[in-house]
């Protein structure tokens, strides 16, 4: 079993910038990769990102290439999202998942509980 927690949620202002984390316990190498979905009110869970755990590579949400980033600690088994720029559409709840390496929510096994993040216009 793998647990995620994530942290660095809030509230900011459009065209600011927030990081979240996403820390890991738990079975180690119980996952390929480790993505980041959010979801807002009445939509559905959308892709934003994932690390491939061993390789690096990585994929992004059309909706946030160029202004987020993910990256990957594997000492501290952590996976952090940057986001630059914040648009009020970036409003949602964000959740980090492990599991394979994806966009497809389907792929991915383990789930956070999700942390807010609100941008104001």
């Known amino acids: 079993q793998v647990q995620l927690v994530e942290s660095g949620g809030g509230q900011v202002q459009a065209g600011e910038s927030l990081r979240l984390s996403c820390a890991s316990s738990?079975?180690?190498?119980?996952?390929?990769?480790v993505g980041w979905f959010r979801q807002a009110p009445g939509k559905d869970r959308e892709f934003v990102a994932v690390?491939?755990?061993?390789?690096?590579?990585?994929l992004y949400g059309d909706s946030v290439k160029g202004r987020f980033t993910i990256s990957k600690d594997v000492a501290l088994r952590t996976v952090d999202l940057q986001m630059n720029s914040l648009k009020p559409e970036d409003t949602a709840i964000y959740y980090c998942?492990?599991?394979?390496?994806?966009?497809?929510?389907?792929?991915?096994?383990?789930w956070g509980q999700g942390t807010q993040v609100t941008v104001s216009s």
């Open positions: 690390v491939d755990w061993r390789l690096g590579r990585t």
């Open positions: 738990g079975r180690a190498l119980g996952f390929n990769a």
């Open positions: 998942a492990a599991g394979g390496y994806s966009f497809r929510p389907s792929a991915f096994t383990f």
